[in-house]
């Protein structure tokens, strides 16, 4: 009796063991499952990016020589044409990067490392990152992008419109729901907004 007894106890024992190695190759397996599909993502994604990038600067390169045998006020219509375009672009862009953005602030190493190449290869596009508070990371293109593009070949008004963007666009106004610049610069951007809108009325509908 004693033996079977023993024999039933090893066999449980056995198969308990058997049990918790089959679900602990079980969870190793769906880790590494996990983890392949994770940097397949990433890898898709990276490369989704680089042609959206591409697109970017190919489309930056169109846009510059198309200006120069048009208008001032089709100039005009062109910059809003492609500032709408670019902002469609740029979201895309964004969302094809989130897994890289969403850890812009994580100290994990690899997650540094992965935000540091991405600042890389958007430099490399005049893109940069735009930190907008609670967290929130977007991607923009530099201060004075469509200022540089469009000053000699869009009307004065436009001109100094984007002029003031530009300048504006060296520092972000607020973050955290808090402003991050001192009142008197703030009193300074609404004065010259104010000078801006009262010497062309079109923009009072901005």
Not at 13 to 36: M, P, Q, R, Y
Not at 157 to 170: A, G, M, P, Q
Not at 179 to 185: G, H, N, P, Q
């Amino acid at each position: 009796m004693k033996k079977v007894f023993t024999f039933i106890t090893i066999s449980i024992l056995i198969s308990a063991c058997k049990k918790t190695e089959n679900n602990a190759t079980s969870t190793i397996s769906k880790i590494k499952t996990d983890s392949v599909a994770l940097n397949h993502s990433a890898s898709v994604a990276a490369s989704d990016s680089e042609a959206l990038l591409d697109l970017f600067t190919k489309r930056k390169k169109e846009i510059v020589l198309k200006l120069k045998s048009i208008s001032a006020e089709e100039s005009n219509a062109l910059y809003e044409k492609y500032f709408e375009e670019n902002s469609t672009l740029l979201q895309e862009i964004a969302g094809k990067e989130s897994p890289v953005l969403d850890r812009f602030y994580n100290e994990d190493e690899a997650d540094k490392k992965a935000v540091k190449l991405l600042g890389e290869k958007l430099s490399k596009h005049q893109l940069q990152f735009w930190e907008i508070g609670e967290g929130y990371v977007e991607i923009e293109p530099l201060h004075d992008f469509y200022y540089t593009i469009f000053k000699d070949y869009i009307t004065s008004d436009y001109k100094d419109y984007l002029y003031l963007k530009s300048e504006e666009n060296k520092t972000l106004y607020s973050a955290d729901a808090g402003l991050v610049i001192s009142f008197k610069d703030l009193g300074d951007r609404v004065i010259s907004w104010g000078k801006l809108y009262d010497q062309i009325p079109k923009f009072k509908t901005d």
